[in-house]
């Protein structure tokens, strides 16, 4: 059974930084092609990013030029690397397979305020 641990959220003014860590537990084919969601109460989640195994990445509009996603392998663990924060990336932000579905973990709350 995998298990998914994120980390890294916290508060942080509109134009700061956070890297958001996604640990894994179990076997690395299950985390193969990996990608970073979000969500909060009054939207679906949705995706960030993406990331394959060979670290070939995909972004949604909103992240473009702002958010990084990148892994370790030797670690199970993907990051995402998220600049020029604005209060509409307020969020719960999960990891997952992209594929096949594992377990969601709690998430890490992101909030970006003044």
């Known amino acids: 059974q995998v298990q998914l641990v994120e980390s890294g959220g916290g508060l942080v003014q509109p134009g700061g930084s956070l890297r958001l860590s996604c640990a894994a537990s179990g076997r690395s084919s299950s985390i193969n092609v990996m990608a970073w969601y979000r969500q909060t109460p009054w939207k679906q989640r949705e995706l960030v990013a993406i990331i394959s195994s060979g670290g070939g990445t995909t972004y949604v509009d909103f992240a473009k030029g702002r958010f990084t996603i990148s892994r370790d392998n030797a670690k199970n663990t993907v990051y995402l690397q998220m600049n020029s924060l604005k209060p509409e990336d307020t969020a719960v932000y999960y990891c997952?397979?992209?594929?096949?579905?594992?377990?969601w973990g709690q998430g890490t709350q992101v909030t970006v305020s003044s």
């Open positions: 997952n397979n992209l594929i096949k579905s594992l377990s």
